[in-house]
């Protein structure tokens, strides 16, 4: 089993920014893809970025593209999302989660397991 924690998650203006942190435990962290997704009220979860085993691949949905950041630090067990120049459209629940499958996975059913999420809102 796996357990994944969001955290970082809150208020911030537009153009603001936020880093969200996803901790892992339960199995070896440092050989999976990790991805982030997000969902709004009303609307289906949206792929956000993933990254490779050992961070040396990225990629981005369109819409964060440019603006926002996935990282791993593997000896922490933890993948970060740094999120910048946020826009009111952003604003939405942001869940990690953990692929038991290889390479780069921007679809959700590709992902096993799941965080409980983490809300971000930017006020415009």
Known sequence: QVQLVESGGGLVEAGGSLRLSCAASGRTFSTYTMG????APGKEREFVA???WNGGLTRYGDS??????ISRDNAKNTVYLQMNSLKPEDTAVYYCALSLRVGL??????YAYWGQGTQVTVSS
Request: aromatic fraction near 16%.
């Open 36 to 39: 982030w997704f997000r969902q």
């Open 50 to 52: 993933t990254i490779a």
């Open 64 to 69: 964060v593209k440019g603006r926002f950041t």
């Open 105 to 110: 996975r921007s679809s959700p059913s590709d």
